[in-house]
């Protein structure tokens, strides 16, 4: 009898599309975007800024995301007071980091998400001068979101990489899961904001870190 292959089975992206499909998140940023979108359209009064806003934020997303991955996602939970300051996106990822495989932990909990849109709406009513362009702002952010959510899940399934820019993103966030969690803070991109920042070392150049399946050797 032939042994059995311990490699996982690969998957089409028809097969992760589905899967995809059956998580809250992404049904929560796809009714964000088309009530934006129709929002939008209703709302017209279309202007060059409408332009600049997208271009903008996708030039920005990067330096975002990465702020984001280490300031909240990597926060080591601390006493102050006597109370422990956590919280649950942060607990949340160190269960990701753990589990890398599972797939409810790869995408932002819907009850974050939950408080994450609101708050972006009502700030970008507030931040921009006119509703056509908070709603620009709105719908380019849930997109992105989408795009996010789509290709962290991606880079965890079983599907491969099949272009090379693809590849760049898989390799990236890989690193950073099991090689050392301290570099590779991008997932969308590769060798953006982490380039600029500091954080994309040659990967033969760095030491496998024993944390990165247990950040801050905490739990939770």
């Given at each position: 009898?032939?042994?059995?292959?311990?490699?996982?089975?690969?998957?089409?992206?028809?097969?992760?599309?589905?899967?995809?499909?059956?998580?809250?998140?992404?049904?929560?940023?796809?009714?964000?975007?088309?009530?934006?979108?129709?929002?939008?359209?209703?709302?017209?009064?279309?202007?060059?800024?409408?332009?600049?806003?997208?271009?903008?934020?996708?030039?920005?997303?990067?330096?975002?995301?990465?702020?984001?991955?280490?300031?909240?996602?990597?926060?080591?939970?601390?006493?102050?007071?006597?109370?422990?300051?956590?919280?649950?996106?942060?607990?949340?990822?160190?269960?990701?980091?753990?589990?890398?495989?599972?797939?409810?932990?790869?995408?932002?909990?819907?009850?974050?998400?939950?408080?994450v849109i609101p708050t972006l709406v009502a700030a970008a009513f507030l931040a921009f001068p006119r509703p056509g362009l908070a709603l620009t702002f709105i719908l380019t952010m849930?997109?992105?979101?989408?795009?996010?959510?789509?290709?962290?899940?991606?880079?965890?399934?079983?599907?491969?990489?099949?272009?090379?820019?693809?590849?760049?993103?898989?390799?990236?966030?890989?690193?950073?899961?099991?090689?050392?969690?301290?570099?590779?803070?991008?997932?969308?991109?590769?060798?953006?904001?982490?380039?600029?920042?500091?954080?994309?070392?040659?990967?033969?150049?760095?030491?496998?870190?024993?944390?990165?399946?247990?950040?801050?050797?905490?739990?939770?």
């Amino acid at each position: 009898m032939r042994p059995k292959d311990p490699r996982p089975a690969l998957i089409s992206l028809s097969d992760a599309a589905r899967t995809f499909r059956q998580q809250p998140t992404p049904w929560m940023l796809g009714a964000t975007i088309a009530i934006a979108l129709a929002a939008r359209i209703a709302v017209g009064e279309w202007q060059l800024s409408d332009i600049f806003v997208p271009l903008t934020v996708v030039a920005v997303f990067p330096f975002i995301e990465w702020v984001i991955h280490v300031c909240v996602l990597h926060w080591r939970p601390r006493r102050i007071a006597g109370h422990t300051v956590d919280s649950r996106l942060a607990r949340s990822h160190r269960a990701h980091h753990a589990d890398p495989k599972n797939v409810p932990l790869i995408f932002i909990p819907w009850q974050t998400l939950s408080f994450v849109i609101p708050t972006l709406v009502a700030a970008a009513f507030l931040a921009f001068p006119r509703p056509g362009l908070a709603l620009t702002f709105i719908l380019t952010m849930s997109a992105i979101g989408l795009v996010y959510e789509w290709t962290h899940f991606l880079i965890h399934s079983n599907y491969r990489p099949q272009s090379r820019f693809y590849r760049a993103i898989w390799r990236n966030h890989r690193n950073h899961h099991f090689k050392n969690e301290h570099y590779w803070f991008t997932v969308t991109t590769s060798g953006t904001a982490d380039r600029v920042l500091g954080t994309y070392p040659d990967p033969k150049a760095v030491e496998t870190s024993p944390t990165a399946k247990n950040l801050h050797f905490t739990r939770g």
